[in-house]
C-alpha cells in the first residue's frame, strides 16, 4: 500500500472518549444498554513480530508511553464503576507487563471476569502460569498454523509455535478453564487451515476464532501479499467446523456467504459491544482512554454484491480493503 492510515477513524457506531464533552455518558449505548466489556492495551511491548499484526502502527507510535500500575488501576475501577464486568488484556502481548499478575488480582476483586489475549510469552512458563492462571477465567491463545514451519514465520519468531502451544497445555490442565485459540487467516496459511483447527480441538480449545486478515497495521501494509482470496475462504471455510467437533468455532471478519451452511457460526453474531482502553493522539496532546464499539462494522463494507441478501442486517459485510481492490466477485446475496 502506498499510504498509511492517518491515524484512528471511527466507525458510525464508535464513541472516542477524547475530546467528547465531560458531561457525556459514552458508556451507555444507542437503545440504553450499559457497556459490560472492557479492552484494555497492558503494553505496546512484544517480542513477536507477527506480519500481519494489526498494531503494528500503534506499538511503533505508542511504544516510549508506559501503561503504569497506577493509569491500569485507575482504569479498571472507573469501568467497574460504570457498570463492566469482564475485562479483556490485549496488547502488545499483555502477560510481559511487569505487574500483570496485580492486574488480573485488582480485576478480580472489581467483580470482573478477566480474560486475556496472548501468544504465550509468559504463560509458557511453569512459575508464572502457577501465579497468573488462577486469576484469569479465559486465555484467547494466538495460533497461525498447525507447525512450527506455518507458524514460526508468520509470527516472526523461531520457537514461537513451542512457546504458545506450551502455555496453552499448561491452561487447560486447570479444570474448568476457559481456553481458547485465534488463527489468522493469510495467504501463507490458509491452505492449512484445516490442520491448524484439528490441532486446536486436540489441545482442548473450547472456542476457534478464525479471524480473516484485518487491513490495519502490518495487515495493511502488506495486504496485497497477506491478504487471502475470498473464493480460497468460501471453499475452505465451511470445511472447518466439523474438524473440531469439542469447540464452538466462530469466524470473524468473513462475510456470512463465504461460511456455507455455518453462516451462524460468525461472529457477527456472536460479538459483545466493548469499550477500547489504548492510547490516542489528538493534536498536541496523547491520552489513554476508551473508545465505545457498539458493533462489528470497523474496517466492514457491504458491497454491490450484497444487494438483496437476506442477511443483509446482520452481516457487516467484508473487509474495505477488499472492496477498494475490486476483490469481491465471490460474495454471494444470501437467500431465505
Known amino acids: 500500500m502506498s499510504a498509511l492510515p492517518t491515524g484512528f477513524v471511527a466507525s458510525p457506531t464508535q464513541i472516542s472518549e477524547l475530546g467528547l464533552d465531560p458531561a457525556a455518558r459514552p458508556w451507555i449505548g444507542p437503545n440504553g444498554q450499559i457497556m459490560r466489556r472492557l479492552e484494555l492495551h497492558l503494553t505496546y511491548h512484544c517480542p513477536e513480530r507477527c506480519l500481519f499484526c494489526s498494531e503494528e502502527h500503534r506499538m511503533d507510535s505508542y511504544r516510549a508511553f508506559p501503561v503504569t500500575w497506577g ?97 496453552m497445555r499448561l491452561a487447560g490442565a486447570r479444570p474448568g478453564f476457559g481456553l481458547f485459540a485465534n488463527t489468522v487467516v493469510t495467504s501463507r496459511n490458509v491452505e492449512h487451515l484445516p490442520d491448524t483447527v484439528r490441532l486446536l480441538g486436540e489441545l482442548g480449545a473450547k472456542l476457534i476464532v478464525v479471524s480473516n486478515l484485518t487491513a490495519e497495521g502490518g495487515g495493511f501494509d502488506r495486504f496485497a501479499e497477506l491478504a487471502p482470496r475470498l473464493d480460497d475462504l468460501a471453499r475452505i471455510l465451511p470445511t472447518l467446523p466439523a474438524l473440531a467437533p469439542g469447540a464452538v468455532l466462530r469466524f470473524f471478519g468473513a462475510p456470512m456467504c463465504l461460511l456455507g451452511e455455518h453462516w451462524t457460526c460468525s461472529n457477527d453474531l456472536h460479538w459483545d459491544p466493548r469499550v477500547t482502553v489504548e492510547w490516542q493522539s489528538a493534536p498536541g496532546k496523547v491520552a489513554f482512554t476508551g473508545i465505545y464499539s457498539w458493533a462489528p462494522d470497523r474496517k466492514r463494507v457491504q458491497v454491490e454484491e450484497c444487494g438483496g441478501c437476506s442477511r443483509k442486517g446482520v452481516c457487516m459485510g467484508v473487509n474495505d480493503l477488499y472492496a477498494m481492490r475490486e476483490e469481491t466477485g465471490p460474495l454471494r446475496a444470501m437467500r431465505g
Open 71 to 167: 493509569r491500569v488501576a485507575s482504569v479498571l475501577r472507573l469501568h467497574a464503576s460504570r457498570g463492566v464486568q469482564a475485562v479483556h488484556f490485549t496488547g502488545g502481548e499483555p502477560s510481559i507487563h511487569p505487574r500483570f499478575v496485580d492486574v488480573l488480582v485488582l480485576a478480580r476483586k472489581l467483580g470482573m471476569r478477566t480474560s486475556v489475549g496472548t501468544i504465550g510469552t509468559m504463560l509458557s512458563r511453569p512459575d508464572f502460569a502457577a501465579r497468573a492462571l488462577p486469576w484469569l477465567d479465559e486465555a484467547l491463545f494466538s495460533v497461525h498454523g498447525p507447525s512450527p514451519e506455518v507458524h514460526d514465520p508468520l509470527a516472526g519468531r523461531p520457537g514461537s509455535f513451542e512457546t504458545v502451544t506450551a502455555a
